[in-house]
Every structure is written in C-alpha cells, then in structure tokens.
C-alpha cells in the first residue's frame, strides 16, 4: 500500500481531518496556542471551559465589593468608578470564541462546565450565537449530600442536557464521568435526550491533604496512559449501540493509545496531558507517528480502524464483561 | 397598607420637553461644566469630589463637550497643582475648569490671584465647605468661598440643585463676556448631595448661552509662539498701582453681564433669576439677607409667616461679587424698616461677617438716593451643615420685631457664653403634609442609601411627583449608621433642612432599637417598617419601652418583615437593600403595587447591568418574595417591655465624657451649648473606651488549650479589642467565674498565668484575629485557638471578663524583649478602638507604634482615614497608660503633615537644648553627680528611659527644693517646665500615601533632607481611602481607581528608592501580614536611628475590593509574588562599613496574578477590558521583575565591615 491513510474522521456533525483534538484545558484559553494545534494538525478544538460557579461567584464578589463599599461613609460614597462594561469571564469567553472562529479553519468547540439547571444555560446559546461549531456540556456534579439518589442525580443529567439541546441549534456533546451505577443505561438516556456526543470521561476533582497546615489542596495530576483503559473499555462496549458519537479523553499519550482508541470505537481522541508535557508540537508527532502506524500497519483510514476492537467486533466478547476479570486475576497471580 | 396622602397627578408625563432628571448638586454642576470645558484638572476633596469623579467617568465614557469634543480631565498631586494647571491651560486658551472647597480651595488662592489679575474666563464650581480651624469639617458653610473672596474672582451662589445647574452655565456664559473669573458656590453636602428632581439643560441650551465669538476671544489671548506676548511682569513702584487699577471697568460690567446672562436664560428656560432675589411681601418691613440653600427654608418660613399676615421678605444672593450695590438697594422693598444679614460663615475679630459688612456698605452707599434708612444687623447660622430651618428664620425674623434687634446673633446654637443666640420655637413648621415625609435607618454596608438613592430615582423619573433625598452619614468607618430623609409629592419641594415629622419611619437594623430612639421623629399615624428577626407576633416583646410608647402614643401602623431572611433565601447573603426597598414601596403607595415592582426591576437592572445577570436575577427574586413576608402588627394595648435604651456611657465615665461626648455619642451632640465645648479644639484622649458600640454580630473566643499565646491576633487586631497579660496566680483570685487563664509559655516564666481577653463591645468582628491564628485542633483543624462565636449570648459574660482583666497589672515593659513579637502582645497598645473599617489594615501599625513608643511619642497626622479614626469627635482612640501617658496627637493639614511634624520635632530639640543648658546652669544646686548622670544618660534601651524619668522626678523634687519657701527663681521655674524634654521623646509623622507620594511629598522630601530624628510612617493603602478610591501615584499598574477607570498606567512611584537616594534616611518596607517580626525590628530600628526614618506599611483597604478578613493572606501574596519587597535601609550600618539595605524578603515563589486578581481592583478591569487588563498585568509582571533585580543589586554589594569581613544585604 502505497497511498497516505486517510485520517479524517467524522464528530457531532463536523467532519475534521484528524481524530486528535486537544481537549478541554487551559492551554486553550490562547489564540496562538490554538492556532499551533491547527499547524501541529489538530481536527477540531475544544476551548476551555466556562464553569457556572465562575461566573456567578465573580459576579456575586464584584456585587459585593462594590454594594458593601458604597455610600457608607460622608467622604467616600464608593471606592470604585462605574465599571465601564460588564464584562466577567463570560463576556471574555465569547470573545474568545469569536476570536478563535476567526483565527482558525478547523472547528471550534465551546465548553461549558455546569451543573444546574438554571438560567446559566442560557450561555449555550449565546457560544453559539459566538460562533462556536457546537458546545462540549460538562457536567460535573459532585453529590455531596446524603439525601441526594442516583436518580435524582441521573435525571438531573437528562434536564441539563435537554435544557441546553433546547436552546442551542448547534450540536452538543456531553462530557461525563465514569460513576454512574449503570453507565450504559445513562448513555442510552442521554442519547434519548438529544445528546450528539458523549466525552469519556472527565476527571473529578481530587483534593490533596497538605499534612503540614492542615488543609485541603486543591490540584490535578496529569494523567497517564493508565488512564485510558477505563475508556476503552465503555466506549468498546458502546459503540454501535448508541446513536451519539464517542470521544475518548484522558489517558492518550501515545500513538498506540490514539490507535486504541479508535478502534474501541470513539471518533476523536482528546488530549491535555500529553500537550502539557510535551507541548502542542507534539500533536503533530503523534499525526505522523498515526499515519506511519496505520501504512505499517495497513489501515487505509481511521474509518476502517473505527471500532475494531469494539465488543461486537473482538473474537472474545467476554473479555469486557466479568470473564475479563477473572482474566486479568489470574495473569496476576501466575 | 397606603398612606392616605400621595397623589400622582401626572405620572410619566414629562414637565417640559426637557429631561427631567434625578440627581445631585454635584452631577448638576458637572454635568454643565463638563459639557462647556475642555480642560478639567482636578483633586479630591470632600465633598466637591464627586465633580471631578463624574466629569472623569464621561470623558471615560466618550461624552462630548458642547463643541462635540471629550474633555481632558486630569487628577493633580494637589488643588495648589490643580489650580496651576488650570492657570497654565487657561494661559494656554483652553476653556478649562476646577472643582474644590474647602482648604483645597484656600490652595488655590496664589494662582487664583493671578487668573484673576490677568483676566481670564474661567468658572470653578465649590462644593462650600467649613475651615479647619479648633478642628476639621467636611460639612457645609462659607468660611472657604468667603476666603477668597478678595482674589478678584466673581462669586455666584446657587442654593438649589435646580439653581446649580442653571447658574453652572450662567456663570460659564458670565466669565467669557465680562473677562472675570467666576467661583461658582453652592452648599457643601445640603446641596451637593441631596438628590433632587430638575429639568436638565441640553447642549443647545448650552450653545444658545454661550457665544463661539466669545470662546474665540478666549483663544486669541492665548499665549501662542506664533503670535507672542509676554505676561507675569515683574512691576515696580511707578506702575504697580495704576496697572492694579486697569480693571475697575471689568468689575463694573460684571453685575449687568450676569443679568442679562439671567435673562437670557430666563427666556431659554423659563427659569428666573435676579442678581439679588427678592421674595416676600412687596411691603415688607422686615427682611432677611442671605445666601445659599438656606434661602429655602427661608421661602418655605416667609410664605408661612405671610399667611399669618406678618409683612416679611427675604433676599436671596445670587451673583455676592461683584457686589452690586445699586442692585441690591433696588431689590429690597422701600417700606423694609429693619433687615438681618445672615452669614453662614465666621470671621473672628470682624466688626461684622461679610456679607453683614457689604450689606451695610452697599445701604450706606445708597441712601443717598433713598428715604428709607433701615436698621441693620447681622447674624451666623448654619456653620458646618448645621440645620437651618424655618423656624430658625422665624425667630430671625421676631427678633428684628424687637425695638432694638440683638446684632451680631447667632441662631441654631446656644451660645451660653457669649450669650449671643436666638431663642428658636421648636413648634413652628412648615412640613407640608402632603409631602410624604419619609426617614431610614440603615447600616452603612447595608444598602440602605443606595436602595434609597434608587427609590428617589424612580418617583423623580416614573412618576410626576416632586422627589428629594437627603442622607447623614456617620462619621465612624465601621458600623457607620446612614440616615436617610426622603420627601415626594405634588408640589416643589423646597425644604432644604432634615425631616422632623416624618410620616414614614423604616429601620433596617433591628439593633438600633436598643442604641437609639428611632421612632423620636415619627410623626402621629406615621407608619413603621421594621427589619426584625422576630414575626409579627412575636416582636413587641423585643422592642424596647421606648420603641413601644412612640407607637402606641404616636398611634403608628406597625410593619416587620425578615429582610435578612428573605434575603439569604434569594441568595442575597445579608443584602436587604432590595426587599426593604420594595416593602416602602408597598407601604408608601406611591405606585400601584404592580407599577412599583415593574419601576423596581427596570432600576435594578439598569443599575446592576453591568455587574451581570446573575446578580441581577437575585435581585428579582429578592424583590418577588417581599411581600408575601411583610406583616402588620398588631401591637399590644400598653407598654410591656423590660428593657429600655442602653445608656450611651457608663455612669464610670469621666464627667466630660459623661456630659459632653456622650450626648455626641448617643446623636444629641447640637443641644450642647458653647460653653460645653474646649476654646481651643483641645479634648482628652482615651475616650473611645466609653463608647461600647456592640456592632459586632460575633467575636473571637479563646480555645485555651489549643492556645500558643504567640500574640499574632493581639498584633494584628485593628482595634485593640484583643490584649494579653502576664500575672501572677493571686491577682485573679477574685476573676469572674469561666475567666480563663493558662500557665504562662514564657522560659522563667512558668509560675505565671497568662490571660488573653476580648472586648467583646468594642470588637468589630472582622475576623482577621482567626485568620492569623497559627494554632488549630489537631482532630478538628477548622477549629482554632481563637474562632468566631455570636456576641448576644458571650456579651455580659464577657464584658464581666473585659472588666476584671482591664484591672489586673499591665505587664511589666523592663522585663519584655521589645523585638520579640510574642512579648510585643503585652505591651499595653495605647490606641484602642478606633472608628476605622472593621479589619482595617492601617490601625495594627498605629497601635504597635503606641504599644512601643507611645508614652513618649508626639503624632503629626496628615489629614486622610488616620486622622478621622485618630481624632474624629466624639471617641478619641489614642489613650494613656496607668501613669497617664500617651501619645500626644494632633492633625494640621492634608499637605503639610511633615514640615508640622518637623516643627514638632525642632520644638523637643530646642526645649531639650535649654533643658540641658539649664541643668548645666543650676547644676550646683541640685548636684553635680545627677546633673551629669541626667546630661549624659543612655537612652537607647527602655531601661535607660526609665532611668531617666527617675533622674528627672528627683531633678524636679530637688529643683522645688531650693525655694525654700522664698520662691523659686526664673530659671528653676524655666527648668521645671521642660525639664520633662530631657526624657527622650520621639515624633512620629503618620499619614497615608496620598500625603506622603502626592500632596505632601515636597515637604516629606525637604524633611528627609534635614537631618532631624523624625520617625515617618506612610500608611500604604495605594489610592486615596479616605476621599473615596481615586489614584495616587502609590497605585500600582494594572489597578482600577478613580481617575484609571481603565487600569493605571503607570509603575507605582517608588518612594523608598527615591528617600534612599539620601543616604542618610532609614527606610523599611514592612507587611504585618507577611512578617510581623520584620515589622517589629524596622520600627525599633526607625525609632533609633537618630536621623529621619521612613516605614512603607502595606496597608490592604476596603478601596482594594475584597473581604477584609484575608487582608493578612493579601499582604503575604503581595510578598511572595515580589510586588511589595520586604526590606530594611539602616543608615546604621552603612556606618559601620556594612551594606545598609538588607533584602527581607526572598524571590518571588508566586506569579502577580495569584495576588492581584484576589482583588476587586484588579479583577474589575478583567472583566470589564480583558485584553488591557492582559497586557497591564505584563507590564506589572515587568515592573516586580525590574525592581527586584535593583533591589536585589543593592542587597548584594559587598562592603568591608569594620573587622573587614564581606557583609551582604541579601536574605539566607
């Protein structure tokens, strides 16, 4: 075979011509850094995320500065002049966002990290109204009271997504974590909601303990390739069985693992940790190292590669249910 | 649930095609000033700020001036800069404006002569403010207009916010024909702050007054290269005199171009005005002359003493200079017998004030053409915003009833001494009772006044009615209560004087209660709206008896609602500005309930709009569950309460306290007559102490056993309220039971208890004390040595505590090691509970100062927030010790605090240099061996101070020794009285940055340079705190403030590096909250370096946009990001061959963003300019690089130390 393979590759819609995307990260929030991604080969962008809390927190502590700091005292009515705009970080997302359409060629996808269902939402339309290609939801909620059910948390899940699908005409992929009881059913009801994509899976915050001040830390390791099993595994199991396409994020740090994936049957394969630390040039290392992959090993394209190694295609079914677990017991303990 | 008075007859119908607006004097005058100028230099002062403040945010905003360009507006260093500016632009043919008052104005004085002398077209627009003379005030009268009054400037009065605006562009269109400067004056705060429905002149309103060809003349005496003059001569004998002369036509012009500038405008407006107004009967045989917003009482008292028949008038001056002789003898009535002047301004020594004098003159002058020769008194009112009302004009006018009228009056005061004051009838009111008159209790953070403000707006502009608002501050930065006095109905409303019958009451603090009579002003039937705690049913038995015999002798209507409660539950946290606000509109029915909602939203949203929709969306919740919270009450059929009113001091106060500070105290300060008051402005110290304010909802207690007694929350509490000692097990053998007390952690020291306690009425609850604490449970480390309880329940046991502590020993000072900071904390502070923010920043400094030097310190304070903490009547928080020592306190100005404290310091050293004359001189009297010990005694330790108060008490026994009964002579007599200078005292120059980097850097600069041992301590806020958050050159880049609505632009002026530059000053940059023991060490080292010292003090502020409580956590973030450098320069040391500047602080471990985007001031530019804020926050990045590296070379320059060993300023 002598011809290039073709990597491109099709996500909610758009069709890109690379499965690698840089996933939802800081590294986002710059336009040069989004345009090396584009040079470096990347098929779409997601932009960082707008977080729900940001927003009103930002806005509730400006109100309150400048409220508890007026007209209290005869000399000094306030300490600040009038805000020339209102701005916060939500204004300065869209500009991004308009920014980053005008600045790239690839598509552009919004991020918004929420877990309400409230007014907020309404932020999906104005990303897309901004120019986005379509909006990355990623919900992340952390059930912290003991009188909160999996199902009030599962159908709070089905009203975000629905709320936001009611809203928006551009696509929306739904980024979610790995804990859900019965991960396949959440799947298939977010798929019966609307949902054009689902991301595995977002990380949830994991404080550290400083043992010196006795406080909790907040901070988040980089991934590694450990990471990605856990996403092969859904997403084999998934894939062809929900309408909603799949994108793998967390734990993609090699070729093979962007190989992996695809053939456990996702789309798209993110990656944050691999660009922080090997920096975004190296998008384009693993683009070649792909292509090489696939000529050696002669895949013509990313479609031909595409689910694979998903449950229905692989020779041993049960290697992803517990039969697999008694498997890997045993290679343990030989 | 409506009061049965309001009508609301044209409601959103406008009066005339002109907008008709809601706003202050201030807006009023700046709005038309900022349209007819081009030029605007400016500095703050109270209360003429808001001026510059808005003129600013307009050209910000890309307002235009009438000739659709933006002004220029510049903030200068100071008024004497502003009106050099001002001068300069002018000269340069700009129109070009200023606006000021006060002492700002009196800095003007020098350039205004010259603007003047040169005829030039200028008008400044004077918020009228009282002189610092036996103290400060912000307040309203005309001692500054008054005092220049011989500039040559012509002065206009404006005595509504109506009239302001009107006579704004009268005065514009007067100073370019008649070539004179004009000050145009209204009152400070009566006038400039209240909020008042007017018509709003349009540009073309504008154009049409103002002459192009005129602002062309302007230009054309320019100077210019291109067609060049001289001007500024020097001018000697032969033609001084003729040349000061030149100008008499000019003045002569001036009163005729004014009116015709009035006619002009009458016929543009409709609106008219005279040079001199006259109102009253035509055949009036009394009449009173005044000026200023008083003449509206004044209107209201001559309409209500015509109707009684009584032929009365007033004449309201407009245009006071040029004074118009002719004009004014025409505008008095002919059948005028007698006639008072009155003057709201004071000129000690005088045959009479000034308008008094010029009234006298002007009929002198006239009554060669008249019959009438009436009878003329003069009289003062109103000094410092003191009311004037209608019945204080009525008892002006029976006094000039009486055959021979008291001249040389004064009226609104009991003068007891001079006896000189008019009885008043406290029972004479004009109050129209179909005016609703309505009166707000609120707490300064709460939003009492903002909502109000916003209510004010919505009946001035949604509905037909007439609105006014008015609102009296407190003076205090913490637990400030704000007053607000709002009238509105169908007819003009000219009362220019507080409410005293107020149909409605609100108040929004249930605590008030106990402190004060709130419902003392409720009128019969008014109606009461009360935030309580307590529902409906419940209240009434928490009321004290006071409250509740107002509302059942008064016959109120009684509302509560939970505002609090409501508040939180929309997500408002404490906020209830909102929800009071729509229950008074509930109440006052001044809109249908569906209409005043609806009005309510659109204000919120236009007000909140740029604070975004979430905040507004609160609000909208919080407005849609008011009413179903607010309930009648049904109150009981007598008074049931056991508790009444808390005394305002305790009956163990000293008797000045108890019978002059405590009437200021509990808000009764204008019943005291003059003979209560000192002659000289001279009070005691240590009186806060009595004044227990109880504002705190919770307060620090001690976990003992947690406790490391490291005494960081004595050092860092900003009022004093946390003390320690050491003391012996026996002296608390009679404490309270539950006082605790712990074995002292002091080596030798075992035997000993030590006690930590807390005022638990003086705290102001801010929270830094946990904060700093280090020590934390071990299985529960939220929980601390010291966390925050609610105070209700702790305060009688407490304050029990705080008694029984107060008598235990202070610790004794010889056996503590200054430096350390752990026995820093039991150094008795004597600066206690001051009136600053709670959680201030610059009081921890303030006290250290007292706690290490204070019984032997003399303080010069800048005019700034120290100085209103420091000395704001009535409670006085700089205090003395056992001995009756303390710190000797006084406040000159804003811009001379270090040539006063200079002098202060040259006056110990003259005194100390006779002194040791003296004791020379007498030395064989009273023994040659003390008067050698006492010449050559060793100060430098505390020990050796101590020894020497000993050496001087015996100087003293033996000096009254040699009378022997014959007397003493001269120079013994001389020698007791500075013998105490021989003590080593020690000045200390305090102020804030705007003094020490803006307004008084030429004199802090010039004391530098001379040498003398004086200790300076610059209170870092970086902005001017005190006036209200405008940029002074110690803003640093990137920051958001008035006047750098877009970011500062430029690197904060480094005043270290630029007082280094000396070499002979010690410097010390400290932060309390990153080093406390640095902290300690630089002062130490300031107060023994016998030169002149400088402490930078990092001082975070309520101006920085955060919750006080993580200022600590701020100023350590400022020190780790390398944006406030740690460091020392010790003269000392350069002495001994070593490196002078020692670096305490180590590179910087954070970026600057992970402190600066903490705060308000710096985040509010993210969200507004993203971008810009990006690149200043490079910038800034820059400026830390930059200045560490300089630092950091001058730390690392190797100096051969004495023994010849290499000596580095660089921290390990």
């Known amino acids: 075979m002598s011809s290039v393979p073709d990597l491109t590759t099709g996500y909610l819609g758009l069709k890109l011509s690379s499965p690698l995307v840089p996933s939802s990260s800081p590294l986002c929030r710059d336009l040069d850094n989004l345009r090396a991604m584009e040079e470096a080969g990347a098929g779409a962008v997601v932009l960082h995320s707008l977080f729900e809390e940001q927003i009103t927190r930002e806005d509730d502590a400006l109100d309150d500065v400048l409220l508890q700091s007026s007209n209290a005292s005869a000399e000094a009515l306030s300490y600040f002049p009038e805000m020339q705009a209102w701005g916060s970080s939500y204004h300065a997302y869209l500009q991004h966002v308009q920014r980053a359409k005008k600045a790239l060629r690839i598509p552009v996808i919004g991020s918004l990290n929420g877990a309400s269902s409230g007014g907020w939402v309404r932020l999906a339309r104005d990303i897309e109204d901004a120019g986005a290609d379509a909006l990355e939801l990623n919900i992340y909620f952390v059930p912290s009271s003991v009188d909160m059910t999996s199902a009030d948390i599962e159908q709070n899940y089905c009203d975000l997504v629905q709320d936001v699908k009611s809203r928006t005409g551009i696509p929306v992929a739904v980024k979610i974590g790995p804990w859900f009881t019965s991960l396949p059913n959440m799947a298939s009801r977010l798929d019966s909601v609307g949902a054009d994509g689902l991301v595995f899976f977002n990380r949830f915050y994991q404080p550290d303990f400083d043992l010196e001040s006795l406080e909790v830390v907040a901070n988040l390791e980089l991934s590694g390739s450990s990471a990605l099993r856990q996403r092969l595994h859904w997403v084999a199991l998934l894939a062809n069985h929900i309408r909603p396409d799949l994108a793998i994020t967390g734990g993609v740090h090699t070729v093979e693992d962007v190989v992996k994936g695809i053939m456990a049957g996702a789309h798209v394969v993110m990656l944050t940790s691999a660009l922080l630390r090997n920096g975004i040039g190296y998008l384009n290392d693993l683009r070649l190292q792909l292509s090489e992959w696939m000529t050696v090993h002669e895949y013509e394209s990313v479609g031909q590669m595409r689910g694979a190694m998903t449950v229905d295609a692989v020779a041993e079914p049960g290697a992803f249910g517990r039969v697999n677990y008694l498997k890997v017991l045993g290679s343990y303990t030989k | ?1212």
């Open chain 2, 1 to 1212: 649930m409506q009061l049965p008075h309001v009508t609301n007859p044209t409601m959103n119908e406008p009066l005339s095609p002109r907008r008709q607006i809601t706003i202050d004097g201030n807006e009023a005058a700046a709005w038309v000033a900022h349209s007819t100028n081009e030029v605007i230099a400016i500095y703050p002062i109270t209360p003429s700020s808001a001026m510059g403040e808005s003129s600013d945010q307009w050209s910000t905003e890309g307002k235009t001036n009438i000739w659709g360009s933006v002004p220029l507006v510049v903030e200068m260093q100071s008024e004497g800069g502003a009106a050099g500016a001002v001068h300069g632009a002018l000269q340069g043919g700009t129109l070009t404006t200023t606006f000021t008052c006060s002492q700002g104005l009196l800095l003007m004085i020098p350039n205004m002569y010259k603007i003047a002398g040169e005829l030039t077209s200028t008008v400044f627009h004077v918020a009228a403010r009282a002189l610092a003379g036996q103290g400060l005030s912000i307040f309203g009268d005309h001692q500054d207009v008054m005092a220049v009054r011989a500039t040559g400037f012509a002065l206009l009065s404006s005595h509504s916010v109506q009239a302001v605006m009107d006579m704004a562009l009268i005065a514009q269109a007067s100073t370019l024909e008649s070539r004179l400067p004009f000050i145009h004056f209204f009152d400070g705060f009566r006038t400039s702050h209240e909020v008042a429905k007017v018509e709003q002149l349009t540009h073309e309103d504008m154009r049409a007054m103002i002459s192009d060809d005129l602002v062309r003349a302007h230009r054309a005496r320019s100077l210019n290269p291109d067609r060049p003059v001289l001007r500024g001569t020097a001018q000697n004998p032969d033609v001084y005199f003729q040349a000061r002369e030149t100008v008499n036509p000019f003045y002569d012009a001036c009163p005729s171009i004014v009116q015709n500038a009035m006619y002009r405008f009458a016929a543009l407006t409709g609106r008219r005005y005279r040079l001199f107004d006259y109102f009253g009967a035509p055949d009036a045989d009394r009449v009173v002359v005044l000026m200023g917003s008083a003449t509206l009482a004044a209107e209201e008292c001559v309409e209500a003493l015509r109707a009684r028949g009584e032929k009365v008038g007033f004449i309201n001056v407009h245009l006071y200079r040029p004074f118009s002789a002719e004009a004014f003898a025409a505008a008095l009535p002919s059948t005028v017998r007698s006639i008072a002047v009155l003057d709201r301004t004071k000129e000690p020594g005088s045959p009479g004030e000034p308008l008094y004098l010029d009234v006298v003159t002007a009929l002198n002058e006239q009554r060669a053409g008249h019959s009438f020769s009436p009878l003329v008194v003069g009289g003062r009112y109103g000094l410092a915003s003191k009311e004037f009302t209608p019945a204080m004009m009525a008892s002006v006018f029976r006094e000039l009833e009486q055959p021979k009228p008291r001249n040389h009056f004064v009226v609104g005061i009991n003068d007891d001494v001079t006896h000189r004051s008019l009885q008043v009838d406290a029972s004479f009111s004009t109050e129209d009772p179909e005016t609703v008159r309505a009166v707000f209790f609120g707490l300064g953070a709460d939003g009492t006044v903002g909502a109000n403000k916003n209510s004010i707006k919505i009946i001035g502009e949604d509905t037909g009615l007439f609105a006014q608002g008015y609102f009296v501050y407190d003076s205090k930065k913490s637990g400030a209560m704000t007053v607000s006095h709002l009238r509105f109905g169908s007819k003009p409303i000219r009362s220019s004087y507080l409410i005293a019958r107020a149909s409605f009451v609100a108040c929004h603090q249930f605590s008030f209660l106990e402190r004060i009579d709130v419902l003392d002003v409720a009128d019969q039937g008014a109606t009461f709206l009360l935030n309580s705690p307590f529902p409906a049913s419940e209240v009434w038995e928490h009321l004290p008896r006071a409250a509740q015999r107002q509302i059942l002798n008064k016959g109120l209507r009684f509302f509560v609602i939970d505002a609090v409660r409501v508040a939180k539950e929309n997500g408002m946290a404490g906020r209830i500005n909102t929800v009071m606000q729509t229950c008074f509109f509930a109440l006052s029915g001044v809109l249908p309930e569906d209409q005043a909602i609806a009005a309510i939203k659109r204000a919120i949203e236009k007000s909140y709009k740029k604070r975004g929709p979430a905040v507004i969306e609160k609000n909208f919740r919080a407005v849609d569950s008011s009413l179903a919270n607010l309930h009648e009450v049904d109150p009981h059929a007598r008074v049931t309460s056991t508790f009444d009113l808390r005394p305002t001091v305790s009956s163990q106060a000293p008797e000045f306290v108890r019978s002059v500070l405590a009437p200021m105290m509990g808000g009764h300060g204008d019943n005291l007559p003059v003979g209560a008051l000192p002659v000289d402005g001279t009070y005691p110290t240590g009186t806060s102490q009595w004044e227990k304010r109880n504002l705190a909802q919770e307060i620090p207690v001690l976990v003992q056993e947690l406790c490391i007694q490291c005494g960081k929350c004595v050092m860092v509490c900003p009022h004093s309220v946390i003390r320690a000692k050491l003391c012996g097990a026996e002296q608390l053998a009679g404490a309270p039971a539950g006082f605790s007390s712990a074995a002292a952690h002091w080596k030798g020291r075992e035997h000993m208890r030590y006690v930590l306690q807390v005022a638990p009425e003086d705290c102001t609850g801010c929270g830094l004390c946990v904060e700093v604490c280090p020590a934390k449970s071990k299985t529960e480390p939220k929980k601390k040595a010291i966390n925050m309880s609610p105070q209700a329940p702790l305060r009688d046991r407490e304050r029990a505590n705080w008694e029984y502590f107060l008598t235990i020993p202070e610790t004794d000072r010889l056996s503590l090691t200054l430096h350390n900071v752990k026995d820093v904390q039991l150094l008795q502070p004597l600066f206690e509970f001051p009136g600053a923010c709670a959680g201030c920043g610059e009081t921890p400094y303030i006290k250290l100062l007292t706690q290490l030097f204070g019984d032997r310190a003399v303080i010069a304070n800048a005019t700034g927030c120290s100085s209103i903490y420091g000395g704001n009547l009535p409670a006085t928080p700089y205090t003395k010790n056992r001995e009756g020592r303390g710190p000797a306190w006084s406040n000159s100005l804003f811009e001379d605090n270090a040539e006063f404290g200079l002098g202060l310091r040259l006056s110990v050293d003259k005194q100390e240099q006779y002194a040791k004359e003296l004791v020379g001189r007498v030395a064989a009297r009273i023994g040659e061996e003390l008067a050698t010990s006492i010449l050559h005694a060793d100060q430098t330790s505390e020990a050796g101070i101590d020894r020497q108060r000993e050496r001087i008490a015996e100087l003293e026994t033996r000096l009254r020794a040699t009378g022997n009964g014959t007397g003493l002579d001269p120079e013994v007599r001389d020698l007791l009285a500075v013998a105490g200078t021989l003590i080593k005292k020690n000045v200390w120059i305090v102020g804030g940055d705007g003094w020490a980097y803006d307004i008084g850097y030429g004199g802090l600069d010039h004391v530098f340079a001379s040498g003398r041992n004086v200790n300076i301590l610059v209170l870092d806020t970086e902005v001017y705190s005190n006036t209200g958050g405008q940029m002074s050159k110690a803003t640093p880049r990137a920051a958001v403030a008035k006047f750098a609505a877009g970011g500062k632009r430029s690197a904060k002026k480094d005043l270290a590096m630029m007082a280094m530059s000396y070499g002979t000053v010690y410097i010390a940059r400290v932060a309390l909250g990153a080093s406390d023991t640095q902290t300690v060490k630089a002062f130490l080292e300031a107060e023994a370096w016998a030169g002149p010292s400088l402490i930078i003090a990092y001082s975070h502020c309520i101006a920085h946009g955060y919750d006080l409580v993580h200022g600590l956590d701020q100023q350590k973030a400022a020190v780790q990001t390398g944006s406030w450098p740690l460091f020392r320069y010790n003269p000392a040391l350069g002495a001994e061959g070593q490196n002078p500047f020692q670096l305490d602080s180590r590179p910087a471990t954070l970026p600057l963003e992970k402190y600066i985007y903490n705060e308000g001031r710096f985040t509010m530019l993210v969200q507004s300019d993203p971008e810009e804020a990006a690149r200043l926050l490079a910038e800034a990045q820059e400026d830390v690089n930059l200045r560490w590296k300089q630092y950091e070379h001058l730390a690392s320059r190797v100096f051969e130390g004495k023994q010849g060993e290499s000596k580095q300023g660089v921290k390990a």
